[in-house]
């Protein structure tokens, strides 16, 4: 069985307003998200299909997953570059919000929510409107079929020792709008040199 490899996202440092310790022990709690997806694909492949056991451990599947999976969109829309969007992303937002400015306050509104969870901003594959999401738990209430195009984690972990109003705008100070940019047009992004 092929496993999810760790990626590295050690070069993500020198965010403006988010504290390297913090990513750094951000990072750690994404490596578990890896480690225990491919424990929970190895320990499902000795099992037989339709135990109790299977079923268990299957349900475990969606968050382990997503879990990984939304901190790796996350770590790689993060850069101490980002900040300014381009003109093709203020564009696409403007059509679906009527301005930047517009998305912009719902998606912090949303990123201030009261509980734990993640903003994310996501384009329609059918219609290609965006629309901006509150996502609880890691697989709950994703619009099926969406893709991601800016996530923000905003559990605990994520601004530990900050508080959230200054958290949401340091994000989006730290915003990689190219990145954003190439998910709107549907390639994974320019690639960065990883690790540090």
């Known amino acids: 069985m092929i496993e999810y490899p760790l990626r590295d996202f050690s070069g993500v440092k020198g965010l403006k307003g988010i504290p390297d310790a913090l990513i750094q022990a951000h990072l750690k709690l994404y490596e578990g998200y890896v480690?225990?997806?491919?424990?929970?694909?190895?320990?499902?492949?000795?099992?037989?299909?339709?135990?109790?056991?299977?079923?268990?451990?299957?349900?475990?599947?969606?968050?382990?997953?997503?879990?990984?999976?939304?901190?790796?969109?996350?770590?790689?829309?993060?850069?101490?570059?980002?900040?300014?969007p381009p003109n093709a992303v203020r564009e696409a937002l403007a059509r679906s919000w009527g301005s930047f400015e517009a998305w912009r306050e719902e998606f912090v509104g949303i990123g201030l929510m009261r509980g734990v969870g993640w903003a994310i901003l996501y384009r329609d594959p059918v219609t290609?409107?965006?629309?901006?999401?509150?996502?609880?738990?890691?697989?709950?209430?994703?619009?099926?079929?969406?893709?991601?195009?800016?996530?923000?984690?905003?559990?605990?972990?994520?601004?530990?020792?900050?508080?959230?109003?200054?958290?949401?705008?340091a994000f989006l100070a730290n915003a990689d709008w190219s990145r954003a940019e190439a998910r709107l047009a549907g390639s994974p992004g320019p690639s960065r040199p990883q690790g540090g």
């Open 128 to 169: 290609g409107n965006l629309s901006n999401h509150w996502i609880g738990l890691h697989e709950e209430n994703h619009p099926a079929g969406f893709s991601p195009i800016l996530v923000m984690d905003v559990w605990e972990h994520a601004f530990a020792g900050m508080d959230r109003p200054r958290y949401v705008e």
């Open 35 to 84: 480690k225990n997806i491919n424990l929970l694909r190895r320990r499902l492949a000795e099992v037989k299909p339709g135990v109790p056991e299977f079923s268990e451990l299957q349900r475990r599947v969606g968050f382990e997953l997503n879990g990984m999976r939304l901190h790796e969109l996350y770590f790689e829309n993060l850069s101490p570059a980002g900040g300014t």
